[in-house]
Structure formats: structure tokens, C-alpha cells
């Protein structure tokens, strides 16, 4: 079984973070997260989300 994130918009962060992580392999996580937070307008919920999901790929 395999958790889906909620929402569109979290759904393309979750994209666009594992294409910068493999385009941009030197970028700090924390940065990371707060350019996808901007970028697609998520809440602070999501970006906990994402750092949990971050911290999975490691």
C-alpha cells in the first residue's frame, strides 16, 4: 500500500522535489521544501509532509 499526498498541489511539489534532488544533488533540503512551498502554494502541514518525505529518500 503506498500513501498518496493529498491534493494536486502537493502531489506536483512531491514531483518537482524529486527532479530538483536529481538535478540539483548539492541543494539543502530545507531549501528544497521552502522553494516548493512557495512555488505551489502549500500549507504547514504540507511541508511537514515534505520534510517526512525527504527524510524517507535518505
Not at 528544497?32 to 527524510?55: G, H, R, V, W
Amino acid at each position: 500500500m503506498t500513501i498518496q499526498p493529498e491534493g494536486e498541489n502537493l502531489r506536483k511539489a512531491v514531483k518537482w522535489i524529486s527532479e530538483t534532488l536529481k538535478y540539483e544533488p548539492g541543494k539543502s533540503r530545507a531549501e528544497i521544501i521552502q522553494e516548493a512551498c512557495l512555488k505551489f502554494d502549500l500549507t504547514p502541514m504540507n511541508s511537514e509532509y515534505l520534510a517526512n518525505f525527504l527524510k524517507d529518500k535518505n
